[in-house]
């Protein structure tokens, strides 16, 4: 479980090929790392798979690298970090699992005196998930949705936002992780799944 609150983004400084997919190696941020313990990277929760002198490894599957932005990383990219939550940590953001429901291809960003916003495509298959002023996570960052059209919509970026994390300075077309609300995702596939009953139940009433 993560917050969506990015302070710290590292150097990607390999990305080979193994037997189970690919294996990332990143600079490693300060901090007294363990093996197994989870990291999201870009919002995607991966495993610690090797710890080396100031590097961190993670094994990424061909299934994760297909449904994330995680398969179009090389050496020199930049991404976003964040360990897991743990029991008494401030949580300023949203309840994120580091479960990727899938990519967004940035359409354009809307930048002037007054305002940063991104205006991103999500799969319509996400599009019942996005609700107005809710969260979600974009590459691992905690944002509300400030407007909905359909499957696209916008963030605010603000200061802040734009100095400690990449997404301000990312172009057209860039495919970021989405990470819909998880409340947002349970109550409507609930909704969906009792629907058929619920109608079947009141036909019964009517007739």
Not at 51 to 76: H, M, Y
Not at 190 to 199: G, H, K, N, Q, S
Request: glycine content about 8%; aromatic content about 4%.
């Amino acid at each position: 479980m993560f917050t969506g609150i990015i302070h710290k983004t590292a150097s990607i400084l390999s990305v080979a090929p193994v037997p189970t997919g690919r294996r990332i190696t990143l600079a490693a941020p300060d901090g007294n790392h363990v093996l197994g313990e989870s990291i999201a990277v870009n919002g995607c929760c991966l495993t610690v798979a090797e710890i080396a002198e100031k590097t961190l490894s993670f094994d990424v599957i061909p299934e994760t690298l297909d449904k994330t932005n995680l398969g179009d990383l090389k050496s020199g990219d930049i991404v976003h970090i964040e360990r897991s939550l743990r029991a008494g940590d401030p949580i300023d953001g949203h309840f994120v699992q580091g479960h990727v429901d899938g990519t967004g291809k940035l359409l354009r960003q809307i930048a002037d005196e007054t305002q940063w916003r991104l205006r991103i495509a999500a799969p319509a298959s996400l599009s019942r998930y996005l609700i107005p002023k809710g969260s979600i996570a974009i590459d691992g960052v905690s944002l509300t949705l400030a407007s909905i059209e359909g499957n696209e919509f916008e963030v605010a970026l603000i200061p802040t936002t734009r100095a400690l994390t990449t997404l301000g300075k990312k172009q057209v077309n860039y495919r970021f992780n989405l990470e819909c609300d998880s409340m947002a995702k349970t109550v409507i596939s609930y909704l969906e799944r009792i629907r058929p009953v619920a109608d079947d139940w009141v036909g019964k009433v009517k007739t």
